[in-house]
C-alpha cells in the first residue's frame, strides 16, 4: 500500500509538473504575442511621427506660397518698389502668425547666444561691443533662435 501511495503521490506530481509547464507554455506565447504588439506599435508610431513632422508645416508653405505668387506678379510690373514692400510687410506678418519673430540687433549690446560677429570695426561714436551694422536679419521661433543675426560689432579704437 505503501507503494501504492508512492506511485499515486508520483502521478499527481507528474501531473502538476505538466499542468506548471503549460502555464509555462502559455505564458511564453502571450509574452511573444504582447513583444510583437509593442514593436508594430512603435513601428506606427515612428511612420506616424514621422508623417506629422514631415507635414508639420504643411499650413505656413501654403501661406508663404500666396506671398511668392505675390512676389512674381510684382516682378511684371518694372519699378514698383512699393509693392515689394507690401509683399514683405506680408510675409513678416504670416512669419509672425507662425511664431517667427526679427531679432532687433542695430544698436544693441552683441549677444553671443543671438548674434553672430562677421566683423569687427573700430568706431569713435560707440561704445566697444556695440552692433553697428546688421548684414543678415536673425530670427527667432517661439522664442527659440532660428537663426543668429550676423552683425558687424565696434571694437575699441587706437585712439
Known amino acids: 500500500m505503501a507503494e501504492q501511495d508512492g506511485r499515486s503521490g508520483r502521478r499527481r506530481e507528474h501531473v502538476e509538473v505538466r499542468r506548471l ?14 513583444n510583437a504588439d509593442y514593436q508594430n506599435l512603435e513601428k506606427r508610431v515612428i511612420r506616424e511621427r514621422y508623417q506629422t513632422t514631415l507635414f508639420a508645416n504643411e499650413g505656413l508653405l501654403k501661406e ?3 506671398i511668392l505668387d505675390d512676389f512674381e506678379r510684382s516682378f511684371q510690373a518694372p519699378g514698383d518698389h512699393e509693392g515689394n514692400r507690401l509683399i514683405y510687410d506680408n ?6 502668425k507662425h511664431g517667427v519673430q526679427r531679432i532687433e540687433a542695430l544698436h544693441q549690446s552683441f549677444d553671443p547666444n543671438r548674434h553672430e560677429a562677421v566683423a569687427l570695426t573700430k568706431t569713435g561714436h560707440c561704445l566697444p561691443g556695440t552692433v553697428i551694422a546688421d ?7 517661439h522664442g527659440n533662435l532660428l537663426r543668429p543675426s550676423k552683425v558687424i560689432v565696434s571694437e575699441e579704437s587706437d585712439d
Do not use: C, H, K, P
Not at 510675409?91 to 509672425?96: P, R, S, T
Open 21 to 34: 509547464e503549460a502555464s509555462i507554455d502559455d505564458l511564453q506565447e502571450r509574452l511573444a504575442r504582447a
Open 64 to 66: 508663404l506660397l500666396f
Open 91 to 96: 510675409l513678416l506678418a504670416v512669419l509672425a
Open 135 to 141: 548684414t543678415a536679419r536673425g530670427y527667432m521661433l
